[in-house]
């Protein structure tokens, strides 16, 4: 009787142990996957034993040094091309500067009316791949140093007004109608002039290139900025989830001249002034809309 009460015991004692053992491995593994889910941990922490579970930890630990060595060989090789892009981008800015120039000079001289006509074709010509240049120097400089935006108090009344009437020869060549009924009061944002003017110019541009007959401009301020452009397109089916993508472009003939960058800027330069961008399609009609914060006295 004693033996049997001593082996119950011994058993119970055994059991207990292996229980205890069982609950403080099942606790060492649900903190090793919080870890795990912890997107932001580096190096997986846990208190080593001696046991099959250190072996473990210590080949996640081996995989995690490799991918976080491996992210960084990526960034460095990213950061590498980004600049060089920068570079051959500013590079090929001043001897295009100087093929405009030279043929301005050639259209002022030409001898006949065929001979200015060819030349002011190659003028536009070069122009536009001026302009395609100044894009991509603009988007590797944002990519490879971001934006550093200087926020400051700005009127979006006032600062529309002056960039449609700037774009007025452009709105006359096309063919199309600028509407703008606006209140006289200030509507003030918090933004970076450049930056925003920068956003309003590449949007006017789109919106000239893709639409035709009239744009409606309207301004709304209420917790937010927002600031709406709507005008007709041609292209109902244009998807306005990826508008704003880099490199995406609405129309897939070879004949179109768009680069799919200056939308993707626009978001680009609205993020880092603390605004966004959207795009909506109703009724034939492309309606772009900015969203700034609004200035606080």
Avoid: W
Wanted: aromatic share 6%; net charge negative.
């Amino acid at each position: 009787m004693a033996l049997e009460i001593t082996i119950i015991s011994a058993l119970c004692v055994a059991a207990f142990l292996l229980s205890a053992k069982l609950i403080a491995l099942k606790r060492r593994i649900r903190a090793l996957s919080i870890q795990l889910d912890d997107c932001d941990a580096t190096l997986i922490a846990a208190q080593l034993n001696g046991d099959e579970l250190e072996t473990v930890v210590k080949k996640i630990n081996s995989k995690i040094a490799e991918e976080q060595k491996a992210k960084a060989q990526i960034r460095k090789e990213q950061d590498a091309i980004k600049q060089a892009i920068a570079n051959i981008s500013h590079d090929m800015r001043t001897p295009l500067t100087s093929v405009i120039g030279y043929l301005q000079l050639a259209e002022r001289s030409a001898e006949n009316d065929e001979q200015r006509a060819n030349i002011r074709i190659a003028l536009e010509r070069a122009k536009h791949c001026c302009s395609l240049v100044d894009d991509f120097f603009e988007l590797s400089v944002i990519d490879a140093n971001g934006c550093d935006p200087v926020m400051e108090k700005i009127d979006v009344n006032e600062l529309l007004c002056e960039m449609i009437l700037a774009n007025h020869p452009v709105f006359e060549a096309k063919s199309i109608t600028p509407r703008f009924d606006y209140s006289k009061e200030p509507v003030y944002a918090l933004a970076d002039r450049k930056l925003l003017t920068r956003v309003i110019q590449n949007l006017l541009s789109n919106a000239v290139k893709y639409g035709y007959d009239s744009i409606d401009f309207s301004v709304v301020s209420s917790e937010t900025v927002c600031i709406s452009m709507a005008n007709p397109i041609a292209d109902n089916d244009l998807d306005t989830e990826r508008l704003f993508d880099r490199f995406y472009r609405a129309s897939k003939s070879r004949t179109d001249s768009g680069t799919g960058i200056g939308l993707y800027l626009c978001k680009q330069l609205l993020e880092s002034m603390g605004g966004r961008i959207s795009a909506s399609v109703d009724s034939g009609s492309l309606t772009i809309s900015v969203t700034l914060k609004l200035f606080h006295n």
